[in-house]
C-alpha cells in the first residue's frame, strides 16, 4: 500500500512539472505572435513618413510665389480658347490676336516665353489650380464666381453679351424683354451661358463662340449669345459670317486675367497694364486688332 502511494505521488509531481513546463515554453510563442501582429505597424512607419513629405511638397510649392515659379521653369502657360480678335491662329497657326500679344509681351517683361493651351472653357478653374496652365488670358469677364476662383488682374477692356441671329431674322431681337422663343447656342461656362440661364432662354452650351456662331450658320440653332467684341470681328460684311448680324446688347461687362487664387503674378501684371498704357504700347496692339475703342483707360 506505501509503494502506491509512492507510485502514485510521483506521478503527480512528474505531472505537475510537465505542466509548468509547457507553461513556460508559451510564453516565447505569444511573444513570437505579438512580435509578428506588430511588426505592420512598424512598416507602416515609413509610408506614414512619405506621405507626410509629400504633403509638405505640396504644400511649400502653393505657398511659393507664383512669380518665381514661372520664372524659374521659363514659360507663362496662357489658357485660351479660339476667340477672334483676342486669341486665334494666324495662316502659319501661331496664336496672334489682343489678348495673345499682349501676354507675350507680359512674358518678354518677366524674361520668360508664352505658351498658349487650348482649353475648355468649363473647366478653366480646374485647369489653373491643377497647374496644367498658368493664366486665363481670353477676353474672360469678371463675374463673381470668376474673381472668388481666381486671383484677377484689373478690368481692361469693356464688353457686352449680344445676340447673333441671320440678317432676315434680326428685326424680332431688338428689345431684350421681348425675346422670341428660339434655340440659342452659348458657350459652357460662358458670360453668354451665364446670360441665357439669367434670361430663361432655351440654349445649348458648345465647346467654343466659335462653334455658337457655326450653330446659327448652319441652321442647327436659332440664335446665339456670344461676346460683342467677338461679333463685331466675326460676322457682317466682309467676314465668313456675311449672312449673321448681331443685334440687342443684354448685359455690359469687363475683362481680367485670372491666376491662381493668391498669386502674385496678378499684382505684376497690374504693373504692366499700366507701365503698356501709359508708353502707348497696348493702344497699339488694341489698334492692330481693331479693339481700342474697348480699352478701359
Same mark, same amino acid.
Given at each position: ?48 513618413? /512619405?506621405?507626410?513629405?509629400? +504633403? ?6 502653393? @505657398?511659393?510665389? !507664383?512669380?518665381?515659379?514661372? #520664372? %524659374? ?81 484689373? /478690368?481692361?477692356?469693356?464688353? +457686352? ?6 440678317? @432676315?431674322?434680326? !428685326?424680332?431681337?431688338?428689345? #431684350? %424683354? ?120
Amino acid at each position: 500500500m506505501k509503494n502506491i502511494l509512492t507510485r502514485a505521488l510521483a506521478l503527480t509531481t512528474t505531472l505537475m512539472l510537465s505542466a509548468a513546463l509547457a507553461g513556460c515554453g508559451s510564453t516565447p510563442a505569444s511573444s513570437a505572435n505579438q512580435s509578428a501582429s506588430a511588426a505592420p505597424e512598424n512598416n507602416d512607419k515609413p509610408a506614414d513618413s /512619405a506621405e507626410s513629405a509629400a +504633403a509638405d511638397s505640396d504644400a511649400a510649392q502653393n @505657398d511659393a510665389s !507664383d512669380l518665381s515659379y514661372i #520664372k %524659374d521653369k521659363g514659360t507663362l502657360v496662357v489658357g485660351i480658347t479660339d476667340f477672334e480678335p483676342m486669341d486665334y491662329k494666324d495662316e502659319s497657326g501661331t496664336w496672334i490676336g489682343f489678348d495673345a500679344d499682349m501676354a507675350k509681351a507680359f512674358a518678354e517683361s518677366l524674361g520668360v516665353s508664352a505658351e498658349f493651351v487650348e482649353i475648355d472653357w468649363d473647366n478653366k478653374v480646374m485647369e489653373l489650380d491643377g497647374r496644367t496652365i498658368d493664366c486665363v488670358w481670353n477676353g474672360m469677364t469678371l463675374t463673381p464666381e470668376v474673381t472668388s476662383a481666381m486671383e484677377c488682374s484689373d /478690368a481692361y477692356c469693356n464688353n +457686352a453679351q449680344v445676340i447673333v441671329v441671320p440678317v @432676315d431674322k434680326a !428685326d424680332s431681337f431688338q428689345d #431684350k %424683354d421681348n425675346i422670341p422663343e428660339v434655340s440659342f447656342a452659348v458657350e459652357a461656362g460662358s458670360a453668354g451661358e451665364a446670360q441665357a440661364s439669367a434670361l430663361e432662354l432655351e440654349h445649348t452650351p458648345v465647346a467654343t463662340q466659335a462653334d455658337a456662331l457655326m450653330e446659327v450658320a448652319a441652321g442647327t440653332s436659332d440664335a446665339a449669345i456670344i461676346d460683342s467684341l467677338m461679333a463685331a470681328a466675326m460676322i457682317g460684311e466682309g467676314t465668313g459670317y456675311a449672312n449673321l448680324t448681331y443685334t440687342v446688347g443684354l448685359n455690359s461687362e469687363e475683362y481680367g486675367v485670372g491666376f491662381r487664387k493668391g498669386s502674385d503674378l496678378a499684382a505684376a501684371l497690374n504693373d504692366f497694364f499700366a507701365a503698356s498704357t501709359q508708353d502707348g504700347s497696348m493702344l497699339a496692339v488694341a489698334e492692330r486688332y481693331g479693339v481700342q475703342a474697348a480699352l478701359i483707360k
